[in-house]
């Protein structure tokens, strides 16, 4: 089994629609990240979890909440989607606050907001 | 801010043939320099990774050495396979930053037979 999952793989939506997308990680990490990829632009960081009760925003975060359920679990929310939000998203872990530390990633999740 | 410069692509090459990908950065002080894969259809897995100056990452045939001189970290394999054909990010992890990684907008390369 994949150590990082991602619910849904792929997700088409309407704009002004509220989605959930779902991280579940097996490896016992503290660290939790959430990403978007857009063609050329590399990865981009919408927000970042240490533990259970500490969230911080990255890069990109406005129109994205998060929600951090357990040590286990990271969820991405976007209130109102738009279509500018349509990207390939991805989500990470890591071990502890060692800056050269290995991310790991999930499969990612591609929206379509229409 | 931080950021990584990489080569644009696509890269084609045929399969045996020599690759390079160059990867500059902007940081202060000095950050941790990863290479991350992304095959078709998954998501990134790290390739390798140097953490000061002079470090040397190797993995899989590919090689990158952190040079502080030029801010650089250029990813290279002297034979390349068809397998081989991915996407190729470059990223920095800053001193105080925790493990945060800036991605560089990723190299894609493919290799035929």
């Known amino acids: 089994d994949a150590d990082v999952t991602q619910t849904p793989r792929n997700r088409i939506t309407k704009t002004g629609k509220r989605i959930m997308l779902e991280c579940s990680q097996t490896?016992?990490?503290?660290?939790m990240y959430w990403y978007r990829q857009d063609p050329g632009l590399g990865l981009r960081l919408i927000y970042y979890?240490?533990?259970?009760?500490?969230?911080n925003k990255g890069e990109i975060s406005d129109g994205y909440s998060v929600s951090r359920q357990a040590q286990a679990k990271f969820s991405l929310s976007l209130e109102s989607a738009i279509p500018n939000q349509t990207a390939l998203y991805f989500c990470?872990?890591?071990?502890?606050?060692?800056?050269?530390?290995?991310?790991?990633f999930g499969p990612g999740t591609r929206l379509t907001v229409l | 801010g931080d950021s990584v410069t990489q080569m644009e692509g696509p890269v084609t090459l045929s399969e045996e043939a020599f690759l390079t990908i160059n990867c500059t950065y902007t940081?202060?002080?000095?950050?941790?320099l990863f290479w991350y894969v992304q095959y078709p259809g998954e998501g990134l897995q790290l390739l390798l990774k140097?953490?000061?100056?002079?470090d040397k990452g190797s993995n899989k045939g590919f090689e990158a050495t952190y040079r502080k001189e030029t801010t650089s970290f250029h990813l290279e394999k002297g034979s390349v396979q068809v397998s081989d054909s991915a996407v190729y990010f470059c990223?920095?992890?800053?001193?105080?930053?925790?493990?945060?990684?800036?991605f560089g907008g990723g190299t894609r390369v493919l290799v035929k037979p």
């Open positions: 990223a920095l992890s800053p001193i105080a930053a925790g493990n945060k990684l800036t």
């Open positions: 979890s240490f533990d259970v009760k500490d969230i």
């Open positions: 990470a872990t890591s071990d502890s606050s060692g800056r050269a530390d290995t991310q790991y």
């Open positions: 940081a202060t002080g000095y950050p941790s």
């Open positions: 490896k016992g990490h503290d660290r």
């Open positions: 140097a953490t000061k100056a002079d």
